[in-house]
């Protein structure tokens, strides 16, 4: 099996080599870090794209098409606009608070993109309770959205921040507890450790009923939980103006924007580490070329991204009591009975291993 | 005292929103004032008069022949059916019998009109409750209907295309197929929306009990069109009191009775399809004939008061002329349904959530335009 330890190990050897001792952490430190900020700014502005052609797609239009071969580069410009654009804000703001908001947002999806294993050891740190971490990570986006919300002096965001804070406090029950239902079958909270443990069949097709179940209230959990439609209250375009970031410009609504992005491409990735095997190929076909793991991880986060893309082009938009209906009352409920229902399986040995 | 204080303390507040006149669900430049407390609206105040015009009292300074131009410029989505009830009205008004040929065009393109204005706000009424693909799929359709009346009004808009006794021009040569085109292509389309919306459980929840208008508070708040049909109140103008070729078509009346948004974007998906079969009675016998009977240059009317009604998409549309026998109006009324209609919109909403105030707004089908004048 093919190791990125091998790549990470040459590039320490060649830093150690040459560099003082005292400063080779650090320096490594500052590598990861802007490997990872590129790849948080190429996700979401790739990310961007999609969602405007699948949009398109959706729409009977061709989307973006002008700038670069296929629109390629209009996002590139759009973020580039966005640079140069003034950073107007209201007059009577919280100041602090309306410079901090943003912040917690891109910094949340910005840590919870560092423990993926993109590949074998393609991570920049395994914690031994990865899932945990991500989910508390998760959780730190919302006091953006609330601080944001708030501090900017205008009611319309207001409302916008409170619709937020109630949908992400209430989701993010469900998305805990149907990934804690796969964590019954793997034993672990280690990222690394639960693909290890999907060698012997994805844990969708081991933990059949109970996961499949577990995947849907996950993905509607993780839709809402993202704020996208068709649980997009906080920004609820007809109904609110554009909801918590009304008053942000520039970079800053940028930052929001983005964060969005990302947030979906999180919600897809820790779906595709915990139900479908991560960068493990389908029954193994590509073993032999073992580089495309990262092509593997990306092709499923993105179909899984796509299925959140074709939701929000598709459904209307659900009302504010509706949505906590829907948490309260129905995902709730079924989720708890589905953990029993793993248990069960889990205990009286049903799952199906290859 | 103590107690009295401590609940005060705790009493939820009520806030006042602007909601407009620059907003997405007001669909233009309506100015809502909302008093909300928390989510539930207590109070809606529509302000209007941001794109007020004074058309009547414009028309008051033209002849009748300029009139019919300005109200293209009150409902435009129903532009076609606003010219024809001027028109009617002056052509009553002197006793003018216009020919077979111009009354069956005039049929037509004003249920070709219906659709289109429903298809638009189909699109709208999708995108208000979130689901902003239906918009494209709307205007798709929309598009044919504003190539057919680009090739024979000239206009894709506000059309012009009738004239005190009969019709600009004659028809364009292609006339004919591009309807029958089209109404192939619709019959095939309509279904989709079905698909796409209708039969949605996140629509229905959004708009099923929504904004419930009793049968008496729509007959008493002078509610029409859609509005009025949804809550039971058959009321339909063509079938009352039917002008031009009407009386020539079967078609049936679009009714529910349960009066909430769902009933009334039912009503709206119904017309449609009677549109087509009235489209389709006609569009293979349009006699033979001119296209307009000769009148006057200067149209004057002879003393006394003319009222006509007309079925536009919105609902009923009066005008009412009064004339002292001159070349212009003395004093000009249009009852456009718009108004009415939105009248109802503290009586239904209040007690429900902001996304239930946009969910009505979009079936109650407003065009500022038509409010203000």
Known sequence: MYNSLIITNNIHSWVVSWMPAAVTGITEMIMIALAYLTLFAVLGLFLVLMERKVAAWFQLRIGPNRVGFFGMFQTIADALKLLSKELTGTDKADKFLYNLAPYFLIISSLMALAVFPFSQNLQAFDINIGIFF?????????????????????????????????????????????????????????LSEIIEVQKSGWLIVQGHIPAVIAFMIYMIAGTAETNRAPFDMVEAESELGAGFHTEYSGMKFAYFFLAEFINMFIIAAIGTTVFFGGWLSPFGITESIPWLGVFWFFLKAFALVFLMMWFRWTFPRLRVDQLLTLEWKYLLPINLFNIVLMAIIVWLNFTIQF | METATINNNFKSEEYFINMGPQHPATHGVLRLLLTIDGEIIKKVEPDLGYIHRSIEKMCERDSYQQIVHLTDRMDYLSSHINNEAVCLAVENALEIEVPERVKVIRTIIDELTRISSHTLWWGVMGMDVGALTSYFYGFRDRELINDIFEETCGARLTMNYNIPGGLMQDIHPNFIKRVKEFIAHFKTKLPEYDKLLTGNIIFQKRTKGVGVLSKEDAIAYGASGPVARGSGYSCDVRKYHPYSALDKVTFNEALHTEGDSYARYLVRIQEMWESISIIEQLIDNIPEGDFKVATKAVIKLPKGEYYQKVETARGELGVYIISTGGKNPHRMKFRSPGLSNLSLLNHITVGGKIGDLVATMATIDIVVPDIDR
């Open chain 1, 134 to 190: 991500l989910i508390a990570i998760s959780s730190i986006g919302v006091i953006g959205i609330l601080l944001g919300g708030w501090s900017s002096n205008n009611k319309f965001a207001l409302i916008g921040a409170m619709r937020s804070g109630v949908q992400t406090i209430s989701y993010e029950l469900s998305v805990g507890l149907s990934l804690l239902t796969m964590i019954l079958l793997t034993g672990s909270l280690q």
